[in-house]
């Protein structure tokens, strides 16, 4: 199969090696097809918020919600939605997602990451069905629960297979591909919302939550096609399939070098009893572990799924007409997925920390724009009657150019960076990590965001401007860059760093490298 030629040099220790190969349309379309996994995420995040827009909705499952809001004559913007039990039903899922993240890592581990991607399809599938014909509360609950299941298996599972899959000087423009399929999920859910929430007779709710079945059957679809990762077929001990699958999608028949790493790695990773004592107590996997804790925990107190779970309960908030917030959360997601784009463009290209850097700058700009804009208009109290159109476009300016700020930079690389760094013996376990701080700063936001804003007023985009400072100083200081670097050779960029150099030993050689960690880490 034809492609296009590349060359990979990597290192192991001063011994230089060549990974030849080309970019084959089979791992194009295979990586692709993987990555449609971020579908299921996307479609939640943006359908949530939507739907609880949804007079309808409320009226049958929250109804003190719905009278409350029908009764409320103040006009106090800041105050009109805030409803802890309306936030626990859109967070909920994301705190299945943390438990399911533990056991997909186990899963992902010893069945390969295929079937995990698989599992989560179908778990994901069932929870949709369940909503869509959901008569009670508990129903919806029940059917949240199982979203989050499959959430938290996708999740820890697609970063995983895009990155091990991937050539390594290709690994960014594939794996922003997730990040890319998480957008394009969100734009579908806006525009099904806003057409859904036109139906007569108020049962469009239905579909908008039914439809998320759709990118669950095409995910399970897809990995019923897919082979799985080399490296998660030698970890399991079946070297031979996975010598004969290298050749295939790097296109050439002289791959020794990069299978001889994968297995050096598989070698080291057995040399590893406990993956978890490891990853927790071990000193040179101290970065690594930073990392999946500080990288998900900035992404999301950057404050975007404040913004994507309930733009149109924002706009709605900022005075916009119940139609024109949906329309304005839908211009927000072909943002989203247009400056997602840039990412797959040129991660490879400028690298890790100039998008993270330029992105942090950009979204402090326009997160200090939008605070003062409607601290300007609304003040302390939020009484305000009508908002002049100039004001509302400017807003919805403003929070687009917030929106592209994170799509290019902490959206994408936010799954990419922490996918990346793991050695073989701690990759499962340490995204799993990843996903569970990502699953529980997400439910937090969301769970406590329509409070915040009660509370703290226009002075809640300060709160997470002021994070947004604290991630970018993180990234200059602390995130060495990963591009072009094999997934297998990763270690190096950490003994090259001037911070996190002291927390790793020395190699002597790769062989004995592992066996000395319980001495020295």
């Known amino acids: 199969m034809g492609g296009v030629g590349f060359a990979i040099s990597g290192r192991r220790g001063d011994d230089p090696t060549q990974y030849p190969g080309k970019l084959t349309w089979y791992v194009v379309m295979t990586l692709m097809a993987a990555a449609m996994g971020g579908l299921i995420f996307g479609y939640d995040i943006g359908i949530s918020g939507g739907v609880t827009s949804m007079a309808p ?15 409320d004559t103040s006009t106090n913007q800041y105050c009109k939605f805030d409803s802890q039990i309306l936030t626990l039903f859109t967070s909920s899922l994301y705190l299945a997602a943390l438990v399911a993240s533990f056991f997909a890592s186990t899963m992902t581990k010893k069945f390969g990451r295929r079937k995990s991607m ?13 909503n869509a014909a959901a008569v009670h509360i508990s129903m919806l609950i029940i059917g949240r629960v199982l979203l989050g299941i499959g959430v938290g298996f996708a999740n820890q599972s697609v970063p995983l297979y895009l990155s091990e899959m991937s050539p390594y000087n290709y690994r960014g423009t594939f794996n922003v591909c997730f990040q890319l399929m998480i957008t394009i999920g969100i734009l579908v859910a806006n525009l099904f919302n806003y057409f859904f929430a036109k139906i007569e007779g108020g049962w469009g709710w239905r579909l908008s939550l039914g439809l998320a079945g759709v990118p669950a059957i095409i995910i399970i679809i897809s990995s019923f096609f897919l082979s799985d990762t080399p490296n998660s077929l030698v ?12 050749k295939r999608i790097r296109g050439v028949e002289n791959i020794d070098a990069e299978f001889n790493d994968i297995l050096a790695a598989r070698n080291d990773a057995r040399l590893v009893q406990n993956t978890w004592q490891n990853i927790f107590r071990s000193r040179c996997y101290r970065p690594q572990l930073v990392m999946s804790i500080l990288i998900p925990f900035f992404q999301q107190l950057t404050g975007i799924n404040v913004i994507m779970f309930y733009a149109p309960v924002l706009f709605k908030t900022i005075g916009f007409r119940s139609d024109a917030s949906l329309m304005s959360a839908v211009i927000t997601g072909v943002i989203n997925v247009l400056a997602t784009c840039v990412s797959i463009g040129f991660a490879d290209r400028w690298g890790r920390r100039t998008l993270f850097l330029e992105g942090g700058v950009q979204m402090l700009i326009f997160q200090i724009a939008v605070a003062a804009l409607i601290g300007a208009k609304f003040g302390v109290t939020g009484d305000v009657t009508e908002l002049p159109k100039w004001f509302a476009i400017l807003v919805v300016i403003c929070i687009c150019f917030y929106v592209a700020g994170f799509a290019w930079s902490w959206g994408p690389l936010g799954w990419l960076y922490p996918s990346e760094i793991f050695s073989l013996e701690i990759r499962s376990a340490g995204q799993s990590v990843n996903v569970a701080v990502n699953m529980f700063f997400t439910f937090l936001v969301a769970q406590v965001f329509l409070g915040m804003l009660c509370t703290m007023k226009f002075g809640l985009f300060i709160f997470f401007a002021f994070f947004v400072v604290l991630m ?50």
């Open 57 to 71: 909705f409320l009226e049958k499952f929250f109804p003190s919600v719905y009278h409350n809001q029908m009764d």
């Open 118 to 130: 698989m599992f989560g399809g179908l778990i994901f599938l069932v929870g949709a069905i369940i």
């Open 235 to 246: 970890d399991r001990g079946r070297e031979e399939e996975a010598k004969t699958l290298l």
């Open 472 to 521: 970018t100083l993180f990234c200059y200081f602390f995130m060495p860059e990963t591009k072009n670097i094999p997934i297998e050779e990763m270690t190096r960029v950490w003994r090259d760093h001037w911070f996190w150099k002291r927390f790793m030993d020395e190699p002597v050689t790769r062989a004995n490298e592992m066996t000395r960690i319980e001495q020295i880490c």
